[in-house]
C-alpha cells in the first residue's frame, strides 16, 4: 500500500467515524518505524523530492567534487576520512553498525529524512553532532496526524541557522577554522534582524508569493542553492567603476559591495574564491592593461605553504594566511593604477566570477568560473584645471555655509 492509499484510507476511515459518532482509531500509518529512503517521501511529495534530487545536498556523498578527495584520504589513512562522512553520509551515524540501509542512504547524501528526523543539534560538540529521532518528521510546520501519512512535529530549530552549523561550522583538530559559514553570520546584522540562513536558502518558507492561501503553506524549494547558482550570483555583488587618464597613468576605482549574502562571499571551502579581472582598452580594442584582483581564504601547513586540496586543508590546516574576503554588506572600494606608455584608454572591462575547484586528482586543480558581475566603464581624461575648478567650488560652498551659520546665530 502506497502512503498516498493510506493517506486517503485513514481520512475515509476517519470521516465515516465521525458521521457515526464513533471515537477514531489511531492511523496505522501513522508513525512508522525506523527511518525511510527518499524513494518513499517522492511517493507524496515529486515536487520538492525533484528539486531536493538536483541538490549539493543530494549528492553530498556521491559528487566527485567530495569522493575524489575523500578517496585520496581513505587511501591514506582510512580513520582520518571517516569523520567526513558525518556531513557527507550523515545517516550512517544515525543507523544501527549493520543496518542494511546504509548503503542505500550513502546514495542519497543529505536527504528527506535525515533533516526531518533531526530532533537537536550541538554545533560545537563531539560528532555526531546531530540527534535523530526516527518516525516523527520534524519541520517548520506541523500537522494533524489525521491528515498526514507519517507523524509530524512544528521544529523552531528547522528555521534557524543553528540547524545548519551542525555542518557548515567546523574546526579541525589544530583548532584552525575551516568551515565558517555560520559564525560570518553570526557577526553580521542579519544575525540581529533574525534573518536565518533558510531565509535566502529556503526563500519559499517566508515568502507570501508562495503560500497557498487555502491551505496556508506552499511547497519549498529544496534545491537550497547558493554560490553555485548563477541567478543567485548576479544579484550578490554589484559592482561599480570609474577610469580616468592623465599623462601615462590610468587609474581605475572600482567598488563591491556585498549586497544580499548573508555571510562572507565567498564562503564555503577555502577553495573558493572571488575574482575581478579589469581590462582596459584603446580606440582600436587592443589590451593595453590588465589587472586580477583575489577574493579569498588560504589555509597554510604552519610554515607559510598555502595548501590546495581539501583533504590537507581539512586535515593539516595549522594557520589562516590570507582572508580578504567581502563581508555583509560591506563596500569595497578597489584601486587600480595602469601605466599607459603612449597608449591612450577608451574604456576598461570588470568582469568579476566565482570560481570553484573542479577537482581531477595530479597535476592539480582545475576551475570552473560561474560570471557575477560584468560592465564596461568609459575613460575620462583628467583635467588638473576641472580638479582645482571643483574643489574650489566645494571650498567656496562651505565658507559660505559656515558664514551663514554663523550669521543665523
Known amino acids: 500500500m502506497t502512503n498516498r492509499t493510506r493517506h486517503f484510507t485513514t481520512s475515509f476511515l476517519l470521516t465515516l467515524f465521525g458521521l457515526l459518532g464513533l471515537p477514531p482509531a489511531a492511523p496505522a500509518a501513522v508513525a512508522p518505524s525506523g527511518y525511510q529512503s527518499a524513494s518513499v517521501c517522492v511517493e507524496c511529495h515529486p515536487a520538492i523530492h525533484k528539486a531536493w534530487a538536483a541538490s549539493e545536498h543530494a549528492t553530498a556523498f556521491t559528487s ?22 558525518q556531513c557527507h553520509n550523515p545517516m550512517r551515524f544515525l543507523l544501527e553498525k549493520d543496518d542494511p540501509k546504509t548503503d542505500i542512504f550513502s546514495q542519497e547524501g543529505i536527504g528527506c529524512d535525515f533533516c526531518h528526523s533531526v530532533e537537536s543539534v550541538n554545533a560545537k560538540g563531539p560528532w555526531p553532532r546531530y540527534r535523530g529521532k526516527p518516525g516523527i518528521r520534524f519541520g517548520p510546520q506541523g500537522g494533524n496526524p489525521a491528515n498526514t501519512a507519517h507523524m509530524t512535529r512544528f521544529s523552531r530549530l528547522h528555521i534557524t541557522s543553528e540547524f545548519c552549523a551542525g555542518c557548515h561550522e567546523f574546526r579541525n583538530e589544530y583548532g584552525v577554522p575551516i568551515l565558517t559559514t555560520v559564525s560570518e553570520w553570526e557577526q553580521s546584522f542579519y544575525r540581529g534582524e533574525q534573518v536565518h540562513c533558510q531565509f535566502c536558502h529556503l526563500p519559499q518558507l517566508f515568502d507570501a508569493r508562495f503560500i497557498d492561501k487555502k491551505k496556508n503553506k506552499g511547497p519549498v524549494d529544496h534545491g537550497m542553492v547558493g554560490g553555485h547558482s548563477s541567478e543567485r550570483l548576479a544579484r550578490a555583488i554589484p559592482i561599480k567603476g570609474t577610469l580616468v587618464y592623465s599623462g601615462d597613468e590610468a587609474r581605475l576605482s572600482v567598488t563591491l559591495k556585498n549586497e544580499t549574502v548573508g555571510h562572507k562571499t565567498p564562503s564555503g571551502l577555502p577553495m573558493h574564491k572571488i575574482r575581478l579581472t579589469s581590462t582596459l582598452f584603446d580606440a582600436q580594442g587592443a589590451v593595453i592593461g590588465r589587472n586580477d584582483e583575489l577574493f579569498e581564504r588560504v589555509i597554510g601547513d604552519g610554515a607559510g605553504k598555502p595548501l590546495d586540496k581539501p583533504e590537507q586543508v581539512f586535515t593539516e590546516g595549522r ?71 571643483l574643489v574650489s567650488l566645494v571650498a567656496i560652498a562651505l565658507i559660505g555655509l559656515i558664514i551663514a551659520l554663523k550669521k543665523r546665530d
Open 64 to 85: 566527485p567534487e567530495f569522493q575524489i578527495p575523500y578517496d585520496r584520504l581513505r587511501r591514506a589513512n582510512p580513520a582520518r576520512a571517516l569523520p567526513c562522512e
Open 319 to 389: 594557520e589562516v594566511l590570507k582572508d580578504n574576503r567581502i563581508a555583509p554588506k560591506e563596500s569595497r572600494v578597489l584601486s587600480q593604477r595602469f601605466p599607459l606608455k603612449g597608449a591612450v584608454p577608451v574604456s576598461a572591462l570588470l568582469v568579476l566570477v566565482y570560481e570553484r575547484p573542479i577537482l581531477d586528482g595530479p597535476p592539480g586543480t582545475r576551475t570552473i568560473e560561474m560570471p557575477i558581475s560584468r560592465i564596461t566603464v568609459p575613460a575620462k581624461a583628467d583635467s588638473p584645471l576641472i580638479r582645482y575648478l
